[in-house]
Every structure is written in C-alpha cells, then in structure tokens.
C-alpha cells in the first residue's frame, strides 16, 4: 500500500492543523493505521491510531488535543490536532499495518509540522 501524507505546515501555539493520509487501498483492508511523529534528536514516537474494529489509542502527550478518524470514502486517515504546543514541533509520519498480513507495515512519507511559542 502507498500512503501519501499531506497538512503540515507552521503555526503558533494554541493554533489548529489537520493532517491527511491517503492511502492507495480501501481501509477496510488495513488493520491499524496510525501517526508518528520524530522531533530533532529524537526518536519516532506513536501520536495515534486508528484500529479497523472502530477503536482509537493515543499517546499521552496528545490526548484531549488530537484527534485521529477515518475517512472510508476518500480512503485517509486524518488527524486534527488542537491547541499545539511547541513540543508538538516535529516530522509526522503515516503507518499501516496489516494489510496483507498482520506482521507488515507501511510508511508515508514525513510531513513537517512547525509549532512556534
């Protein structure tokens, strides 16, 4: 699966970005799909996913303030984060898993998302 990843951009803290994931299968056919995120000197680090049975996990650092959704007709995996914070400042990252077993795993490509205080 090809996952192409689209949002970022800068903003001030407080300030809103929606980021979009859009990937070449339907979803139905991706068990978990999720947002990573790797600051300088840094390593990636879970933000959210998204699981195929409806459910959500979220680190954290983000819960109350993001939130991850599925969107079956245009096939992505958005995720809305509010009120962002300067340590929100980093390289966000799509990831499917499981799409054609439960061991496999794709990435987008990385979207930078800049948070000034």
């Known amino acids: 699966v090809q996952l192409q990843a689209s949002g970022g951009g800068s903003v001030q803290a407080g300030g809103s970005l929606r980021l979009s994931c859009a990937a070449s299968r339907p979803l139905f056919r991706i068990t978990t799909l999720g947002w990573y995120r790797q600051a300088p000197g840094k390593e990636r680090e879970l933000v959210a996913v998204?699981?195929?049975?409806?459910?959500?996990n979220y680190a954290d650092s983000v819960k109350g303030r993001f939130t991850i959704s599925r969107d079956s007709a245009r096939k992505t995996v958005d995720l809305q984060m509010d009120s962002l914070k300067p340590e929100d400042t980093g390289v966000y990252y799509c990831?499917?898993?499981?799409?054609?077993?439960?061991?496999?795993?794709?990435w987008g490509q990385g979207t930078q998302v800049t948070v000034s205080s």
């Open positions: 998204s699981n195929r049975d409806g459910t959500t």
């Open positions: 990831k499917a898993n499981g799409v054609n077993s439960l061991r496999d795993y794709y």
